[in-house]
């Protein structure tokens, strides 16, 4: 019975047991007048079931439609009282939406299960749960296997409370729609919710927790695709919120944010099983908001996560993140870590659990505005394709960083740069596995710090493949910065400290035996100080040395090549210069070999003084000029070039005397003048032979590799007579852009199974990304994540296809069957098999054989009178016999087609000639009812009729004429119609 059906609770199962089958309405709309339990039994329901209990409407003990398989629509449960206990317990399918509202004032609609416990329901819709202006739903499970969305709202103090979507144990599609869950104001809440949500393949997952609002322990343990990202946002206190923890889960989405503002909290999100973000992973806080405890890809499984976009963690306006984990974090194509306006981010550990940490762009460090980032570590990082910045401005501080630290080497293929300004302070970072890059600067200015910095200091050796910068202003300070396992600088090194600025206890190279630099240049203005730089293995530059103070300036305590086995050798010029009260002093290169150009120069009351020059091991050449000059009350002291060879020129200029204490070679000056410039040198100390020669090197070429080691040139002349006595610069210079990575494959090393029984299986090798430590076409090194290889020439995977083994067997062997003919050719057959999965090696029974044992043959019967038919016929008949196939011996019928057609005889015959004649008679029946003549003229004529046929009886005397009450035979036939007045 189909049709709208109003169902009142006292009456409601008499009403549906009279609408017997009840088997579909177009619409159930249940109201409530009884205290009592509803029970409506109807299966099937084309338009929507209402379930709405108002203000005025009883409350019932419980609803239940017991025999509710299919909801054509919507199913609608509202109420604004108290309701508990309803139950759908056998739906199966809602091809609407089912939507559950409960509102009003200590409104709690509780116990409500749609769908039965094995949880085959599919809804095609939106599951919409609301909780409004302080009603309760708790207790509310939906028991289905698919969903078209779910949407959670609890607003104006609505609470959705300890309620299950899914199937226990098993997973929910939801193939439309996203899964949402808000409170939208003031005092609402969501809590203890589980959704089992596994693949969301056309929507999101979102989490929005409002101002003053309560969101905890949410469940999505098996989430495994979201297309449209995962995002959750807090301005209330949000907590326990954990996703894709099921051992088995693997979650793959496009983006992940995490976000807390306005007050805000996040208290612990773990999203355990996380392996892909294909755009960003974003976590963040502002506007005096705290995250705490966000664990990302912790699991133990083998699988780790891939970023294809940036990693970024975030704090500004008194933001506080605290402890962001992602132990399995393997790739990503950027990394940002910033805090802004007294934001604060501690504890940040990437990467922690992997083998290698890639990082395809940069990675940038950043803080300002008093924000401040405390122990941030990506201790497995080890490439970096583009820079590594570590930037804090105004009063700002970036603490305890590790990069790179516990891995063999971290390649950056562009910059690592230091910068502080504004009281910001960069102490105690860890780079102590760098590798290669192309350069390092260190920048504090306007009192900003960068102190206690380790770059390189557990490696082989440190390439810096361009320039090296030390740059300090306006009250800022380098300190303590460790570069100890530099072997080669390929362009400059500059050291530079202005207006009241320090750079102090800087150690370059000291561990390794060699130390190359292209130029060096320290410079110290408005009493800037330089104190402290210790570069004792320097043994080649092949461009200048500097030394520049001015107004008030300090250089001292710089110790150049005084530990290198053959001595120091400068291509270029050696110049000290001081002006404006400015200071040189304590500088050790004791073991300079050889310089262009060696000069002190001292004015306006400068000094430069404690200077000493090649006084052990090796003989000092200076192609060029050694000169002295000193005016305006400025001061050279104490000198000593004690192991002077020889020198182009000799010059001394200036105010009288122009150095005191001064040892050049074998003469020793207490006063150095202009007098004894003029006078040269001593015998002892001779002029160098010809002129002027130094070697002039070139820039040097490209990297001769993309990745992976190469080589660089460059042409070095000699410019002059003869460069006999200086060491030539090096033409060729090892370099590497980046490390190679390459796709390798394994073959199948595993054998094909050849246990009897073994099914057909196909046997994978397998296709790795690795490192290739020696050149693009070099061996493997370690694995590396995938997304670092070229996708496109990704080779397939070998395989090998392995046959089914099959065990011995036995035939199995049918019954025979009866004969297939009675005589003649005849052949039985029977089942013949090998079971399944077994290989009978026996020789393979017959399934058929020959059964024949007698000959068919022709048989006939011919006709007798006595068959002739007794009744009587017309024409006569003419009886013909039989003409048969059977068998020889036990006379069975058989096919005609056994027998020889040839052979086949004639059939007898015989005519019925003697049969008796048939009779004839005339058979009518009872005259009809008068009928009236339509005949106008004749109004008062009928006509009635009568049935006439004639009938043939057989008898065995002379056949009797044809008649009836008035004719005979010969007569015509009686008429059928009579007229009547």
Excluded at 218 to 245: D, N, Q, R, Y
Excluded at 348 to 359: N, Y
Aim: net charge negative; hydrophobic share 40%.
């Amino acid at each position: 019975m189909r049709g709208a059906v109003a169902v009142v609770a006292a009456t409601a199962m008499l009403l549906c047991v009279a609408i017997v089958p009840c088997v579909a309405v177009d619409d159930l709309v249940v109201t409530f007048d009884t205290t009592g339990a509803i029970s409506l039994s109807a299966t099937e329901v084309t338009g929507d079931v209402r379930l709405v209990l108002g203000d005025g409407d009883t409350i019932p003990a419980s609803v239940t439609l017991p025999l509710l398989e299919h909801v054509r629509g919507s199913i609608v449960i509202e109420t604004t009282q108290s309701l508990s206990s309803v139950t759908f317990p056998k739906l199966k399918l809602v091809e609407g939406s089912v939507i559950v509202h409960a509102s009003g004032s200590d409104t709690v609609l509780a116990d409500v299960e749609v769908g039965p416990s094995q949880g085959d329901l599919v809804v095609q819709g939106s599951v919409s749960v609301r909780a409004t202006t302080s009603g309760t739903v708790t207790g509310l499970t939906v028991a289905c296997v698919s969903l078209g969305g779910l949407d959670l709202e609890a607003a104006t103090k609505g609470r959705i409370l300890t309620s299950f979507f899914g199937v226990p144990g098993g997973t929910l599609a939801v193939p439309t729609g996203s899964v949402a869950l808000t409170t939208t104001s003031a005092d609402s809440e969501i809590s203890d919710i589980t959704v089992q949500a596994h693949d969301i393949d056309d929507g999101a997952v979102t989490l929005n927790c409002a101002s003053s609002t309560v969101m905890s322990d949410i469940v999505l343990p098996f989430l495994a695709s979201v297309a449209a990202g995962v995002t959750v946002t807090s301005e209330g206190a949000m907590s326990f919120i954990e996703m894709a923890t099921y051992a088995a889960a693997s979650l793959d989405t496009t983006s992940l944010t995490i976000e807390a503002s306005g007050y805000g909290s996040i208290n612990r999100i773990d999203i355990a099983r996380i392996v892909r973000i294909t755009q960003d992973l974003t976590v963040s806080c502002v506007q005096k908001s705290e995250i705490v405890d966000v664990t990302l890809a912790s699991s133990s499984t083998d699988t780790e996560l891939v970023v294809g976009g940036k990693v970024t963690a975030s704090a500004a306006g008194y933001g506080d993140l605290i402890r962001l984990i992602v132990p399995l974090l393997s790739s990503a194509n950027g990394i940002d870590v910033t805090v802004q306006n007294k934001g604060l981010i501690e504890d940040v550990r990437l990467g922690t659990a992997v083998k290698s940490l890639a990082v395809g762009d940069t990675v940038l460090v950043h803080a300002e505005d008093y924000g401040q980032i405390v122990r941030p570590r990506i201790p497995r990082l080890d490439n970096v394709g583009n820079d590594v910045l570590i930037r804090g401005q105004n009063q700002c501080g970036i603490l305890d960083l590790s990069l790179g630290n516990e891995v063999t080497a971290l390649h950056v293929s562009g910059t690592v740069e230091y910068t502080a300004m504004g009281y910001a302070v960069l102490d105690n970072h860890n780079l102590a596995r760098l590798t290669s890059c192309e350069n390092v600067f260190f920048t504090a200015a306007n009192k900003g710090d960068i102190k206690n910095i380790a770059v390189g200091t557990q490696v082989t050796t440190l390439a810096i493949s361009k320039n090296l910068l030390f740059h300090a202003e306006d009250y800022g300070l380098i300190e303590n910065i460790d570069l100890t396992r530099v072997s080669i600088l390929h362009r400059s090194l500059t050291v530079e400290a202005a207006n009241k600025a320090d750079i102090r206890s800087i150690n370059l190279g000291t561990e390794k035996s060699t130390l190359q630099l292209e130029s060096l240049s320290f410079k110290a203005v408005g009493y800037g100080i330089i104190d402290g730089f210790d570069a004792s293995r320097l043994n080649v530059m092949h461009g200048s040395l500097s030394y520049h103070v001015e107004n008030h300036g300090k250089i001292y305590g710089v110790a150049l090549g005084h530990q290198s086995h053959n001595g120091l050798d400068v291509a270029g010029t050696v110049s000290f210069f001081a002006t404006g009260y400015g200071h040189i002093h304590t500088i050790n290169m004791k073991r300079l070999r050889s310089a262009a150009t060696l000069s002190f120069q001292a004015l306006k009351k400068a000094d430069i003084y404690d200077i000493t020059l090649t006084v052990e091991s090796v003989q000092l050449k200076v192609a060029g000029n050694l000169g002295f000059s000193a005016a305006t009350r400025a001061v050279l002291n104490n000198i000593a070039i004690t192991r002077l060879d020889c020198v182009g020129s000799f010059t001394v200029e200036g105010d009288d005397p122009v150095a005191t204490n001064v040892q050049l070679g074998q003469t020793t000056f207490s006063q150095l003048t202009v007098a004894d410039g003029a006078a040269g040198l001593s015998d002892e100390d001779p002029l160098c032979a010809g002129s002027v020669s130094f070697y002039q090197a070139s820039a040097w070429s490209v990297c001769s590799t993309a990745c992976g080691p190469g080589t660089m040139t460059r042409t070095v002349t000699c410019q002059g007579t003869s460069c006999d006595h200086l060491v030539k610069p090096a033409n060729t210079s090892t370099c590497q852009v980046s490390t190679c990575y390459g796709w390798f494959t394994t073959e199948v090393t595993e054998p094909c199974p050849d246990e009897c029984g073994a099914t057909a299986v196909t046997l994978y090798g397998s296709v790795g990304c690795f490192e290739q430590p020696t050149g693009p076409s070099g061996p493997a090194g370690d694995a590396a994540n995938a997304t670092l290889c070229d996708a496109g020439t990704q080779p397939a995977v070998p395989t090998t296809e392995c046959s089914a083994v099959a065990c011995p067997g036995a035939w199995q062997i049918g019954t025979w069957s009866a004969c297939s003919a009675v005589c003649g050719p005849e052949l039985r057959q029977r089942s013949v098999s090998c079971p399944d999965g077994f290989v009978c090696t026996d020789a393979e029974p017959n399934s058929e054989e020959d059964c024949g044992n007698q000959d068919c043959e022709w048989y006939t019967v011919a006709p007798s009178l006595a068959d002739c038919p007794t009744a009587c016929t017309n024409p006569e008949p003419t009886l013909t016999g039989l003409v048969a196939c059977r068998g020889a011996t036990d006379s069975r019928d058989a096919a005609d087609d056994l027998c020889d057609a040839a052979s086949k005889p004639q059939a007898a015959s015989v005519s019925c000639s003697t049969a008796d004649a048939c009779t004839v008679q005339w058979v009518v029946s009872d005259w009809s009812t008068c009928i009236a003549d339509a005949d106008p003229t004749s109004p008062t004529t009928s006509s009635t009729s009568a049935a006439v046929t004639a009938s043939s009886t057989t008898t065995t005397g002379p056949r009797p004429a044809c008649t009836n009450a008035t004719t005979t035979t010969a007569a015509v036939a009686p008429t059928t119609t009579t007229t009547t007045t």
